[in-house]
């Protein structure tokens, strides 16, 4: 996607402090939600998530574009689908 590997970390920090904070939302909320709905609407979202990032894979791929509309692109939707795993899957997948 043309993102430079220096800052690849970083945006991975970012990522890693985004997934702690929607765990601890999903900690604090599961029992006023439900743990069944959390599930079903975080697979659909993290599937819509997915698929676009394979798209925007496909679309541009790694080393031969450097677009950075599309970089900032696909680590926005990669930080989406992290929360989203986070927020829903991530934490009930144990019980």
């Known amino acids: 996607m043309g993102i430079n590997t220096n800052d690849t970390l970083k945006y991975q920090g970012i990522s ?3 997934a702690l904070v929607a765990q601890m939302v999903c900690i604090v909320c599961i029992d006023k939600v439900g ?3 959390a599930m079903i609407g975080g697979n659909l979202a ?3 998530f997915f698929t676009i990032a394979t798209i925007m894979l ?3 791929p790694p080393g031969s574009t450097s677009n950075a509309s599309a970089s900032w692109g696909f680590i926005a939707v990669t930080w989406l689908y992290n929360i989203s795993f986070s ?3 991530g934490p009930l997948s144990c019980e």
């Open 35 to 37: 743990r069944r709905w």
């Open 87 to 89: 927020a829903t899957n």
């Open 58 to 60: 496909a679309v541009f």
């Open 16 to 18: 890693s402090v985004l």
């Open 46 to 48: 993290n599937c819509l």
